[in-house]
């Protein structure tokens, strides 16, 4: 999945939305708030399957830009982030930057493409409202993976949260599909893959619904997938030490432990086809990962 250190800088783009400090959900843009949380389903598990793993102050819509003064990342894989201004994403991003990775921030606002350049990412200015996907599809050309962060974010309404954390999801996938990029992983949220139980917020309930449906849909395609579903969402500092399998009780989780498992993930091919909840815990993240791999074995 690494490729060679590629000569000379490559320039092209980014677009999504910030949560608040406390996020509820796996999402970072996903509809939320403490209140939510308390009401999120605690029984919902999702069996893990095993699939075979086989600067511009303006830019344009669909240009890559970067800010002066930063030379492009070379070598390394190149991930492609939707919903790149969250906090999760940003996170990820700085974290893959960091090792020499080249993240591929997808964004709509052009005010973003600052925060996400100053991450180590290349922003990449897309709607994943209005965009196509083979608009999509052409800026994942050169990419090692992808991972789906976006959410509709708080006081969206119904259609909003399918349009964006189902249809984006499956747009996405759309894209990946079109551009030879085998690799997608989709961060869900606790709770879904299962019917929430009766009393269960709407609002939430249409959010788990739409999560819901993105995965089945993702589960159906001929890609390398992995879903994760992280439980209530924190900005506590990252201990490293996570619970993570198909079924783990669930809780909280810093979102700096989020971003290190999907680095791990992104690490590790034989998690394609598994499901995974994720929770804070004591076992070391790259420990948490070889054995959710060797359950599936």
């Given at each position: 999945m690494r490729r060679p250190p590629q000569p000379g800088p490559r320039v092209r783009g980014a677009a999504?939305?910030?949560?608040?400090a406390f996020a509820p959900l796996a999402s970072d843009d996903a509809v939320g708030?403490?209140?939510?949380?308390?009401k999120a389903p605690c029984q919902a598990r999702g069996p893990a399957t095993r699939r075979a793993a086989r600067s511009a102050p303006h830019p344009r819509p669909g240009q890559r830009v970067r800010l002066p003064g930063r030379a492009p990342t070379v070598g390394g894989m190149r991930i492609a982030i939707a919903g790149g201004h969250g906090q999760i994403a940003r996170r990820l991003s700085?974290?893959?930057?960091?090792?020499?990775?080249?993240?591929l921030a997808i964004v709509r606002n052009p005010e973003h493409v600052a925060d996400v350049e100053a991450d180590g990412a290349t922003a990449v200015l897309l709607d994943l409202e209005s965009a196509d996907a083979a608009e999509l599809a052409a800026q994942l050309s050169d990419a090692d993976a992808?991972?789906?962060a976006a959410g509709a974010g708080p006081g969206s309404g119904a259609a909003r949260k399918?349009?964006?954390d189902r249809g984006a999801a499956a747009l996405l996938a759309d894209a990946a599909q079109q551009a030879g990029v085998r690799r997608y992983l989709l961060v869900s949220s606790v709770g879904a893959g299962a019917e929430p139980p009766e009393g269960t917020d709407e609002t939430?309930?249409?959010y788990l619904r739409a999560k819901t449906a993105a995965e089945e849909d993702l589960r159906a395609r001929d890609l390398d997938w992995t879903i994760l579903r992280p439980g209530g969402l924190t900005d506590d500092a990252g201990t490293g030490h996570v619970r993570l399998g198909a079924e783990v009780p669930h809780g909280q989780v810093p979102r700096d432990d989020?971003?290190?498992v999907l680095v791990a993930l992104l690490d590790e091919p034989r998690t394609a086809g598994l499901?995974?909840?994720?929770?804070?815990g004591a076992t070391p993240i790259a420990a948490a990962v070889a054995a959710a791999t060797e359950r599936e074995d």
């Open positions: 999504v939305r910030s949560r608040p708030s403490r209140a939510e949380h308390d700085r974290q893959l930057a960091e090792r020499g990775d080249t993240p992808v991972v789906f399918d349009t964006v939430f309930v249409v989020v971003a290190a499901v995974l909840e994720l929770s804070e």
